[in-house]
């Protein structure tokens, strides 16, 4: 059941965060999420020394993000079905354990296959924090204005969380050890998730309950505009992992690795700037209409990327990607809860969230192996290529984003209802 929130005034964070029991789920939750984002650096930097090339880096970085991708959604079915601290106490031992063994496996010289099988437990068991969160969120406040801004809320604290686990997993291995990174993931990855895990009041129906729903149960896979979303977070996806393996690649070809953070940061302080200022306004044009829009501009600015030869003009065209993720990521969150009944929200979310992981797989595969023969710069058309396909898949099948039914949230009039627009 949602809860009650007071609609007479316009939404904004502030109400938000004052939602009965939300801080009990958001604090541990973003200490948990933190090491998703230095979870594909951290193994770039460690292989990358142990081994001397991109290509083999980037290739045991994809064998984390593919089987992440691939485990994700099954771990969010079993979250709708058994409840999220049944899912997230094992995973999360399983996580540190793989990391740490994927790090003695590196600093030991292991041959590359043998990295590679530690890979796959490692982003298989990878903690669906954020999409757990998204769920709670829509346990508490489906039907109601806030739901928008807790999307964009969690895009900014998803971004924030760019912001900083890239900069301090290259710190980290560029300032202590090339291990350092990928420790601090595994501690970060058990602390946080055993204490988000703790937080049993905030979990959302799941098991008897959730089958209690007049809602029929189905998987979110089975909705074809699920579908579409996935290849949209795909192209993201390819954005973040062509970004990281390409700025890691262009930084040491200058001369200067330690930039690598910062340009990475300046990145994701777009996107999470762009984040705030989604969930400030009151938007007139429907989710569909803003997601196409910034999906074009997501394209036309990652087609920039690979004539930068500077770190300046590379930093400045970093930031404007950035700034047009973040209306991707929440229109697309904000379009699938129009899409699903609530009974497959957080197998839904984490398909998306499993995409991302994909595409950046992906990306760091090609992005590597392009910086290692053809030099850093053409990375960078990795993100190119990757938005162009999906932005082609977006305008061909926009018709399949419509709602499964008419959504109507309560306005500012008591008892007045509205229709949400969609495109």
């Known amino acids: 059941m949602a809860s009650t929130v007071d609609t007479e005034k316009r939404p904004g964070y502030g109400q938000l965060l004052r939602t009965p029991g939300a801080l009990s789920f958001l604090l541990p939750g973003f200490a948990a999420r933190q090491p998703f984002a230095m979870l594909t650096i951290g193994i770039v930097l460690l292989v990358q020394h142990t081994t001397g090339s991109f290509g083999s ?19 969010g079915k079993l979250a709708d079905r058994f409840g999220q601290r049944a899912v997230l106490l094992p995973g999360v031992l399983v996580h540190t354990a793989s990391v740490s063994l994927l790090v003695v496996l590196a600093l030991g010289d292991a041959p590359l296959w ?36 807790a999307a964009a809320f969690e895009s900014v604290t998803d971004e924030f969380t760019f912001v900083v686990g890239p900069v301090l997993a290259t710190a980290l291995c560029t300032g202590i050890h090339p291990a350092a990174g990928l420790i601090a993931e595994a501690g970060l990855t058990l602390v946080g998730g055993l204490f988000f895990a703790a937080q049993r009041a905030t979990q959302p129906p799941f098991g008897a309950a959730a ?52 340009l990475y940061g300046v990145f ?38 690979w004539t930068a030869h500077s770190v300046l003009l590379l930093g400045a065209l970093g930031l404007v990607v950035g700034l047009f993720i973040a209306p991707a990521l929440i229109t697309g969150y904000t379009i699938v809860e129009t899409l699903i009944p609530a009974s497959a929200r957080t197998e839904a979310f984490t398909w998306l969230t499993g995409a991302v992981a994909l595409g950046q797989a992906a ?46 949230v309560t306005a500012r009039g008591v008892g007045h209802r509205v229709p949400v627009a969609v495109d």
Request: positive net charge.
């Open 57 to 75: 880096a980037g290739a045991v970085a994809a064998a984390t993000g593919v089987s992440m991708a691939l485990f994700a959604p099954q771990s």
């Open 363 to 408: 990306a760091v595969t090609v992005a590597g192996r392009l910086a290692d023969t053809q030099g850093a710069s053409t990375g960078f058309l990795v993100p190119l290529v990757g938005t162009a396909l999906a932005l082609i898949t977006l305008l061909a099948l926009r018709s399949r984003l419509k709602p499964r039914e008419t959504s109507r």
């Open 114 to 149: 043998a990295l590679f099988l530690a890979a796959v437990p490692a982003g298989a068991s990878v903690p669906q924090v954020g999409p757990m969160v998204r769920a709670r969120w829509a346990a508490k406040l489906d039907g109601t204005p806030l739901m928008p801004t």
């Open 268 to 305: 994701a302080a777009g996107n999470m700037l762009a984040g705030i200022a989604m969930g400030a306004v009151a938007w007139k044009s429907g989710p569909l209409r803003r997601l196409l829009v910034g999906y074009t501009g997501l394209t036309v600015a990652a087609s920039l990327l």
């Open 211 to 262: 089958a209690a729903s007049t809602e029929p149960h189905r998987s979110a896979l089975s909705v074809p505009g699920v579908r579409v979303l996935i290849v949209a977070f795909l192209g993201i996806g390819a954005v973040f992992g062509g970004m990281q393996v390409s700025l890691t690649a262009f930084t040491e070809e200058i001369g200067n690795p330690g930039a690598n953070g910062l």
